[in-house]
């Protein structure tokens, strides 16, 4: 202490950073620190570890990332028993110290980028761990304590040379995340029972099938499958039971045709199968996008039993053969003719709650259709498809259904859409691409919609005309999934991607974009395409978004990020974005600026924030050392 300091006035020191220097050492006093909590020494030259260092028995978190610890760990690394963090990514690291399994309290283990060939037996005792990420080392295979991890969350094993990952993940019951990719996989990981396994990347291996019974252990929880650049020759027909799939990759594999099933995933807006000798399908087919190879796959064939399809898209195919055989009936001399045109669709619709209307040339709703007709749709209508018709305005009518789920308006002429159908209080699902709507009457139709900002789930903009961001989408909060390709939108500067609490697909491709904005404010982003734009630039911050696992930007005269690295895939895109911010770089608070809605006015409400200024380093090491003791050489 200085001389002018007192001992009560001193606080004990919990928090070290050390990072980015040059210390080639650390004096065997830091034993003296009986206090601390966290360690930070990444970036330095770190060759060993004193003795001293495995005295620090309240350390709670530690990083050694790229260092050049090239021996092997000390075994007294279990003495430091407190630990719930620790980070040895970057170094030369050969093997872990059996002593490992000590730290029953470990919650995350980062010892990616290492020359690690196997992991030890006693890491099945760590019991509490969540996070495993071990990509880019040598790991051959897995230990038979790995199915003790039931508490893993997030495991990360890309980049190795498994063959085989065995029994190792079928006990893993907690697992949310597995990335795979780039091993030397020739048999279909035996994935856990009863998980909530969300994301499964695979690609980059060696699979010729994917192991059916492996997969439909999943089918309640899987949204993301990568299985792209494998030796697929074909997909098993179930499938198309994984009911909450959201992005199927599928592309550069032996494929020659696609199971019909997965034309009726309600929720797959991504699915890629470019890079296959598919020859039942037309090349038109694939190039059209996600939708058109779903709806024509709905043609081939019914989705296997029991599958949860999209209620309201009927198989195509024969819709039109009952619609041809309808129309001969009507005009047979023998049937006498009906009440009305569409008497035996209604009679159904009323039985099921779903109505199919398509290519029916309809400017106006049937008379029977709103809610005073005679089958009372207003009370009993749950989906409802107009799709291929020829609506301008999407009419006040069908704001009279209020038990609608669904509602597709697809391929139209609409240029408007009634507000009343915003207050539709159970509307999940909205579909109104390729029509003539404008930024403009999509925030007339948005205006004051509380209803749909608590309902609506998923929402379809595709190939309309819209030149910019409507503020009003930002009043839709619990909105999922967002589809705003083959516009002209040019910036999404402004629009508060914050209040989108819930969305965690967006696709802004084909547009005119010169600016993503703040797009990583939107909390649970997970899947972002934005190819085949103007950007010039793309915003690092993408790097920290917690929950994006998919990216896809190609054809955008863009420098961030090279094209090497974008050939790679969504994981190199997103950590090349990250390595290009500084250090413990943490994403900047959304925009200040807040927005109220108003029965009878959009306020945008601005308010300053103050600059954040940051002290000098040393300034910050100079008022630590004030409690450490002046002999202690770090």
Wanted: net charge negative; with cysteine; charged share 20%.
């Amino acid at each position: 202490m200085d001389k002018d300091e007192k001992k009560w006035e001193c606080v004990d020191l919990v928090k070290i950073d050390l990072s980015h220097n040059s210390i080639p050492a650390i004096s065997d006093e830091i034993a003296t620190l009986t206090s601390v909590t966290s360690i930070k020494l990444c970036q330095n030259a770190l060759q060993t570890l004193p003795e001293g260092f495995f005295e620090l028995q309240t350390l709670t978190y530690l990083d050694l990332s790229h260092n050049q610890l090239d021996q092997n760990l000390s075994e007294r690394f279990g003495a430091l028993t407190s630990l719930k963090e620790l980070v040895l990514s970057g170094n030369k690291l050969s093997c872990l110290p059996n002593s490992i399994g000590l730290l029953e309290n470990l919650e995350s283990l980062h010892v990616e980028e290492n020359a690690l060939t196997a992991l030890p037996e006693q890491i099945g005792a760590l019991r509490k761990l969540h996070v495993l990420i071990a990509h880019t080392n040598q790991l051959t295979g897995l230990p038979s304590s790995f199915r003790a991890l039931r508490n893993i969350q997030n495991l990360d094993l890309k980049k190795n040379q498994l063959e085989s990952t065995g029994d190792a993940l079928a006990t893993l019951s907690g697992l949310k995340f597995l990335d795979l990719r780039q091993n030397k996989l020739v048999v279909f990981p035996v994935l856990p029972e009863g998980a909530a396994l969300d994301q499964v990347f695979l690609g980059y291996n060696t699979l010729s099938s994917i192991d059916e019974i492996s997969i439909l252990r999943i089918e309640d929880s899987v949204t993301i499958l990568d299985m792209r650049d494998n030796k697929l020759q074909g997909l098993p027909t179930n499938l198309a039971c994984l009911y909450r799939l959201k992005t199927l990759d599928v592309a550069n594999n032996d494929l020659t045709d696609l199971p019909p099933g997965l034309g009726y995933l309600k929720h797959l807006n991504h699915f890629i199968v470019d890079g296959n000798p598919l020859r039942a399908i037309r090349r038109s087919v694939i190039s059209s996008g996600c939708e058109a190879l779903k709806k024509y796959l709905r043609t081939r064939g019914p989705p296997p039993i029991g599958v949860d399809v999209l209620e309201e898209e009927r198989d195509e195919l024969q819709l039109e053969r009952e619609r041809v055989a309808q129309a001969s009936s009507c005009n047979s001399d023998d049937a006498p003719p009906p009440a009305s045109e569409f008497t035996a669709l209604f009679r159904e619709a009323a039985a099921t709650g779903t109505m199919v209307l398509m290519n029916n040339s309809l400017g106006v709703l049937p008379a029977d259709l709103v809610s005073q007709g005679q089958f009372n749709f207003g009370e009993t209508l749950l989906h409802l498809n107009l799709s291929s018709n020829q609506f301008r305005v999407l009419p006040a009518e069908i704001g009279e259904l209020k038990l609608l789920k669904t509602l597709t308006v697809e391929s139209n002429e609409l240029q408007s859409l009634h507000p009343s159908i915003a207050g539709l209080p159970h509307l999940g699902l909205l579909r109104l691409q390729k029509n003539q709507l404008s930024a403009e009457s999509i925030s007339e139709f948005l205006h004051n919609s509380t209803a749909l900002g608590r309902s609506l789930k998923e929402l379809d903009l595709r190939n309309n005309c819209l030149t910019s961001m409507p503020l009003e989408l930002c009043q839709l909060h619990s909105l999922e999934t967002l589809l705003l390709a083959f516009n002209r939108i040019e910036t999404l500067e402004q629009f508060p991607w914050s209040q989108l609490t819930n969305v965690s697909l967006i696709s802004i491709s084909n547009n005119k974009l010169r600016s993503l904005g703040r797009i990583y404010d939107a909390p649970l982003l997970a899947s972002l395409s934005f190819e085949n734009n103007n950007l010039t630039k793309v915003p690092c911050e993408l790097g920290l978004c917690p929950n994006l696992r998919a990216i896809y930007m190609n054809g955008n005269p863009q420098r961030t990020v090279r094209g090497a690295v974008i050939a790679k895939g969504s994981t190199e895109i997103l950590t090349y974005l990250k390595n290009k911010l500084p250090p413990n770089a943490v994403l900047p608070p959304p925009s200040p600026m807040t927005r109220a809605f108003k029965t009878d006015q959009l306020m945008v409400i601005t308010r300053k924030t103050k600059d954040q200024r940051q002290s000098h380093p040393l300034t910050a090491l100079h008022r630590l050392s004030r409690t450490v003791p002046s002999t202690l050489n770090l």
